[in-house]
């Protein structure tokens, strides 16, 4: 992950980035997490499957503060709960970009869900 997250920083090009299934984990998420900081490009992430639990949504949530091109993050079963969907919560209520956040396979409550959903809607 470190590696393609070094491509992202400087790449003016890609605008879909599938990394299912890679196990990157927590540390895996904070190299992406740094390179959406700066990416200009990408709007479609997928991170499915990638145990990057709520620390990692954490370090995904700082970025979506920042990142003004993301436009649909799929973050399907990484352990993640309701602390993780929290960090995303405060991150989209100043992200104005991304419009689908699909967060199935988590263990995040229905009232987290509720607000997720919202603060979505405000962006499409």
């Known amino acids: ?64 503060k920042s990142n003004q091109t993301l436009a649909t993050l799929h973050l399907e079963c990484n352990r993640i709960g309701d602390e993780g969907a929290n960090f995303i919560t405060e991150a989209l209520k100043i992200n104005q970009t991304l419009a689908t956040l699909n967060t199935e396979g988590n263990s995040i409550g229905a009232e987290a869900k509720g607000e997720i959903s919202g603060l979505l809607k405000q962006n499409k």
Do not use: C, M, P, Y
Request: proline fraction near 0%; hydrophobic fraction near 50%.
């Open 1 to 64: 992950a470190k590696f393609i997250a070094e491509a992202l920083e400087v790449n003016q090009i890609l605008a879909t980035l599938n990394i299912e299934e890679d196990a990157i984990g927590v540390e895996g998420a904070k190299f992406i997490a740094e390179s959406l900081k700066v990416n200009q490009s990408l709007t479609n992430l997928h991170l499915e499957n990638n145990a990057i639990e709520d620390k990692g949504a954490h370090f995904i949530a700082e970025a979506l």
